[in-house]
DNA sequence: TAAATACTTTACCGATTAGTACAGTATAGA
DNA sequence: TCTATACTGTACTAATCGGTAAAGTATTTA
């Protein structure tokens, strides 16, 4: 039979954006087949505890993106101002401009949050701390600092509702613009 | 038989958190059948449109509930600075100090967005533009009213979000507060 | 080239899904 | 009290769900 997918990683993306378009519950195993041209014996070989692992694996994916992308820099550039503003630009990139959901923060409101509450708690937790300090090394204190990184998190999780509720993209970048204006001045 | 439920809109908080719980797909007839106490012959009475009329019903009902005590107060009220205090407190107590998700939000990220794609628009749009009536009325110019309002409303959904995925219920409350000094300075 | 491993296909399982049909019972109005 | 309507319980459907089993075919390793 021919072989269609070589890694178990290219797998990981389609999966991420099955579940975003369709939830954890709504991606049933014939829609995952069908999108990632994998029978149910190729998907439980690589992911033999099923639906279940591959949510795991694909939060997994995610964490590993915004360690990489967002929170290593945020806590190891030089300069921390340029960092929280490249945080910006490459949050916007992410979630294409408001026209791409998070996942993180769909299972978060969704009933399988019970199912990862410790993956959707550190996503939510680093992305705080790793702001924080940031804004710490460019100069507030930890309290403003800290305070100041949750309401950045808080508008970018609520701009994505809004963008999505009301089918603006641009609500999204206009939030964006808003919260890079209040972390950085 | 005996009869159990005098009216349909007795129902209609119980379907409401069904879904807060389960999502749209997660709330099963046999679960609502349980948590209701009413079987399928009584629920298909009341909603012949089944699920999808149930979801209709709980989301009207949430309208005409932010219809009576948050849009037409902020719109209507003599003191406008009043008003939106009161509205952070109405917040509050609905969403039970970030104990309770916004099904309207939950559903925006939903799979079943694309079936209530106007209740949920309407929702947010309608309360971004009472916010920003009052906050006109409070003395802003029309441009930074609706500036104001749209964080507002950010701030919440945002805060929903991340107070239920970090387990904070403070968390909302102090986005709240904010949100509130915010809109009144 | 031969054997071991990696991957795929197919057929199947029991459970559960939303929804329908309908007979039966309670209640309300005349 | 009789009748119409409102409500409820039971049984049923066809489809789909997640998951399993196992035989078959590639690919890699020795």
Known sequence: MARTVAERTDIIPVL???????????????????????????????????????????????DTWFENNVYRPLREAQNPRAAISGMCGAVIDYFHSGRRICLVGAFALDNVRDRFTDQIKDYFSDWKTALAAALQRAGHDEAKASELAEEAVISIQGGLILSRALGEPTLFERAMKKAEERLLT
């Open 16 to 62: 991420a954006e099955i579940f975003r378009e369709h939830g954890f519950e709504g991606a049933s195993l014939s829609i995952i087949g069908e999108k990632t041209g994998l029978g149910k014996g190729s998907l439980y070989h690589f992911f033999p505890g099923g639906k279940e692992e591959m949510a795991a694996a694909v939060l997994h994916e995610i």
